[in-house]
């Protein structure tokens, strides 16, 4: 059963993922920042390959946005650590939903049960943790990161 996809105004729930280099990501301890938790269904595939690039090429702009982008999916530790090698991502966290399988994505309404992995979605946690924007793009597509970065310089 599909849960209710998190809404603009909604409270976020903390949680805590382990990243490809066995960093804890907690998203509380980024309050008084924004937090960019972009879903993506699984590693190895290419548009889920070009969601993360695209992150990792606008890091910069990101952090003169007050904002901290993550990857997030059902995929392994070991698995994502080759993939963000193998991809050149260095300093954006790919955060793994590993176990319990897919957690974080089901509290946020986005798991794909009759697939076992998430939508490939864009959630803007606010500097209040609060839910300040959140888009389902279609699996088979690349979300235009321009629309996030309008959408934190306040263009949107």
Same mark, same amino acid.
């Given at each position: 059963?599909? /849960?209710?996809?998190? =809404?603009?105004?909604?409270? *976020?729930?903390? #949680? /805590?993922?382990?990243?490809?280099?066995?960093?804890? #990501?907690?998203?509380?301890?980024?309050?008084?920042?924004?937090?960019?938790? /972009?879903?993506?269904?699984?590693?190895?595939?290419? #548009?889920?390959?070009?969601?993360?690039?695209?992150?990792?090429?606008?890091?910069?702009?990101?952090?003169?946005?007050?904002?901290?982008?993550?990857?997030?999916?059902?995929?392994?530790?070991?698995?994502?650590?080759?993939?963000?090698?193998?991809? !050149?991502?260095?300093?954006?966290?790919?955060?793994?939903?590993?176990?319990?399988?897919?957690?974080?994505?089901?509290?946020?309404?986005?798991?794909?049960?009759?697939?076992? #992995?998430?939508?490939?979605?864009?959630?803007?946690?606010?500097? =209040?943790?609060?839910?300040?924007?959140?888009?389902?793009?279609? *699996?088979? /597509? *690349?979300?235009?990161?321009?629309?996030?970065?309008?959408?934190?310089? !306040?263009?949107?």
């Amino acid at each position: 059963m599909q /849960s209710v996809i998190v =809404q603009p105004g909604d409270p *976020v729930r903390n #949680f /805590s993922l382990k990243d490809q280099n066995d960093k804890t #990501f907690d998203l509380y301890e980024q309050a008084k920042k924004r937090t960019l938790l /972009s879903f993506h269904p699984l590693a190895w595939t290419e #548009f889920c390959a070009a969601q993360m690039k695209s992150l990792e090429d606008n890091l910069d702009e990101f952090g003169r946005l007050n904002c901290v982008p993550v990857g997030i999916s059902v995929d392994s530790r070991p698995c994502k650590l080759a993939w963000a090698k193998s991809l !050149g991502i260095t300093r954006t966290p790919l955060l793994c939903d590993f176990w319990p399988h897919g957690a974080v994505a089901e509290r946020y309404g986005l798991f794909r049960e009759e697939n076992g #992995f998430s939508e490939r979605a864009n959630v803007i946690v606010d500097e =209040q943790q609060k839910v300040a924007f959140v888009k389902v793009y279609p *699996v088979h /597509s *690349v979300p235009d990161i321009k629309e996030i970065l309008r959408f934190l310089q !306040g263009t949107a």
